[in-house]
T-cell receptor
Framework: GAGVSQSPSNKVTEKGKDVELRCDPI?????LYWYRQSLGQGLEFLIY????????KSGLPSDRFSAERTGGSVSTLTIQRTQQEDSAVYLC???????????FGEGSRLTVL | QKEVEQNSGPLSVPEGAIASLNCTYS??????FFWYRQYSGKSPELIMS????GDKEDGRFTAQLNKASQYVSLLIRDSQPSDSATYLC???????????FGKGTTLSVSS
């Protein structure tokens, strides 16, 4: 498809388990973002990738969270030792390079029991 | 901590009326401002951007920016039930690496 693709769309896991969320951005988009949205909360910035530059990791809430982007395309967000407060919708967005023009995927809903 | 503040609403307007959505931001150095619309259960989509003081019009939408007052607004003229959604104000950080989003204002347009 032409849009941002995220998988899985839903993930239920037990507290303490590790999870991986995948994002496939729009072809040709150089910038990739991860956000999360909890019930009743706004979008919380997590991490930003731009081309081959060092990522902006300033939004990652703890060292249990990490992300990588391989070959300037697909990105994986990894959450280790999940906690209940990690439950949220994790949104990936890509951009052709102009800050602000973000195209979001449909999100991965994570539920930690 | 850079902040973007919005009234959560809900803001209720009748069909055909003007809906006015407001947003304030804390970083005086911010230069780029955006409005996103998010339908229930869906992802946000960009509807307007504004970079200079004053008004910017696009169809039924007008974005207004006042950097001195650190204030951004979105006016929706001739509101339609299909405009019912949550409207998110977003401000780019000075590094240009992230958008900081407000929590959104929920708009309900009744027919």
């Amino acid at each position: 498809g032409a849009g941002v693709s995220q998988s899985p769309s839903n993930k239920v896991t037990e507290k303490g388990k590790d999870v991986e969320l995948r994002c496939d951005p729009i072809s040709g988009h150089t910038a990739l973002y991860w956000y999360r949205q909890s019930l009743g909360q706004g979008l919380e910035f997590l991490i930003y990738f731009q081309g081959n530059s060092a990522p902006d990791k300033s939004g990652l809430p703890s060292d249990r969270f990490s992300a990588e982007r391989t070959g300037g395309s697909v990105s994986t967000l990894t959450i280790q030792r999940t906690q209940q407060e990690d439950s949220a919708v994790y949104l990936c967005a890509s951009s052709p390079g102009l800050i602000g023009e973000l195209f979001f995927g449909e999100g991965s809903r994570l539920t930690v029991l | 901590q850079k902040e973007v503040e919005q009234n959560s609403g809900p803001l209720s307007v009748p069909e055909g009326a003007i809906a006015s959505l407001n947003c304030t931001y804390s970083d005086r150095g911010s230069q780029s401002f955006f409005w996103y619309r998010q339908y229930s259960g869906k992802s946000p989509e960009l509807i307007m951007s504004i970079y200079s003081n004053g008004d910017k019009e696009d169809g039924r939408f007008t974005a207004q920016l006042n950097k001195a007052s650190q204030y951004v607004s979105l006016l929706i003229r001739d509101s339609q039930p299909s405009d019912s959604a949550t409207y998110l104000c977003a401000v780019a950080n000075q590094a240009g690496t992230a958008l900081i989003f407000g929590k959104g204002t929920t708009l309900s347009v009744s027919s």
